[in-house]
Each structure stands twice: as C-alpha cells, then as structure tokens.
C-alpha cells in the first residue's frame, strides 16, 4: 500500500481530532478497502435513513471521479477502441475508472416485494445473499449499531464470507458488543446527528483512500 493512502488517516485527524480514537479501526478500514478493490472485488453498502442517503453517497464517490482524474488508459481503452470506434472518443473523454460499489438500500422493487412477501428486517440480508462472494466487503452504517436489517445483513455476510466494516456512534450497541464486524468504526458521539456529522468525512476519508491507492499517482 501506498504511504499516501494511509496519510488520509492522519489528515482526518488532523481535521477532526475527536476521530483520533478510531485512528486504528480507519487504518484497518482502509486496508480492507484497498485488499478488497485489489483482488477484483466489490463493496456493498447499507443504512437507514441518513445513513441509507450515505450508503449511496460512498457509491457515488467511488463509481465515478471523487478526487483525482480517473482516465481509461491500457486494454480497457483499447477495447473500446477497437469495439466502438466511432464512439471511442466521446466514451474515453467522459467515462472515468471506477472501483465497484452497489448501494443495497437502492433496490425499491426488492426491498418492498421482500418486506411484503418475507420479512422486512431481512431485506439487505437477502441482497448479501445473493449479490456478496469471497473477498467484498459490505460497509454497514448504523448510527445505534442495533439497527436490525444491518445486525442480520453483517451476520448474512460473515455467513458468506464477505469482510464487514460498520460504522456505528460511541457504544457501538449490538454491532460492537456482539464483534458482528470485522471493523467497527466507532465515532466519539452519542447523539445520532452529531454521529452522522461524524461519519461523512469517516467515509470520505475512504473514499480519497483507495481512490489515491488506485488512481493517485
């Protein structure tokens, strides 16, 4: 790994103190980020609420450009070039590298059919089910840590293998006490705004992380 990449610990801090208690877990955090997105792998987001809006927020951040330019260079732009020559210029000016993320908190249609049909605490279990293999990691946001679709989604994902971050506020509540993650990010706050406050610039700290790891120079 690169020494830039871990340095976005230490510039959070710098700007958010109060975070220096997480310092290992956001270490850990971005090593198993970078292990992931370096094997070919994927990362699965999920929350409530607030939370559901930062779920997709981080997808946002890492299909497209955050920081750096991300242009297509090597096979994958010659591929294009060869299979959409007429288009090939427009694509390799505007499409930008990505690194894989599905928000499971978007899926309307699945959501709404599983609560009606099965069981409403079990829709984002249901999608670790079926979309998560060996070697993603599922990032899951919990302002209590005792949110019961995400306690069931990170138990679906140990199940399957799937390396577990969670983001929780103080206590950590379930998520902590009964260690369902692999990381847990436990924010210095107990007041769910003033922890979902905190858990913007967690997220965009690794979001700058592994983009830097994979597109920085």
Do not use: W
């Amino acid at each position: 790994m690169k020494d830039s990449t871990l340095q976005a610990v230490s510039d959070l801090i710098d700007r958010y103190p109060a975070l220096d208690t997480c310092r290992r877990d956001l270490e850990d955090a971005v090593r198993v980020l970078c292990e992931s997105f370096a094997g070919g792998h994927k990362l699965l987001t999920c929350g409530n609420g607030g939370s559901a809006a930062d779920a997709e927020h981080i997808v946002g951040e890492l299909m497209k450009g955050f920081l750096l330019p991300r242009r297509l260079t090597g096979d994958i732009a010659a591929s294009i070039r060869e299979t959409a020559p007429e288009s090939a210029d427009y694509l390799l000016e505007n499409l930008q590298g990505t690194l894989p993320a599905v928000s499971l908190v978007a899926e309307t249609a699945l959501t709404t059919a599983f609560a009606n049909d099965q069981a409403a605490d079990l829709g984002f279990a249901q999608q670790v089910l079926g979309l998560g293999n060996a070697g993603d990691v599922l990032l899951a946001i919990s302002t209590s840590g005792n949110s019961k679709n995400v306690v069931y989604a990170l138990q679906v994902a140990r199940a399957k293998r799937v390396t577990s971050i969670a983001l929780t506020g103080k206590s950590g509540g379930r998520i902590a006490r009964e260690h369902l993650a692999d990381v847990t990010i436990r924010v210095p706050d107990d007041e769910t705004f003033r922890i979902q406050e905190l858990h913007l610039p967690v997220y965009h700290m690794l979001c700058i992380a592994v983009e830097n790891e994979f597109f920085g120079a």
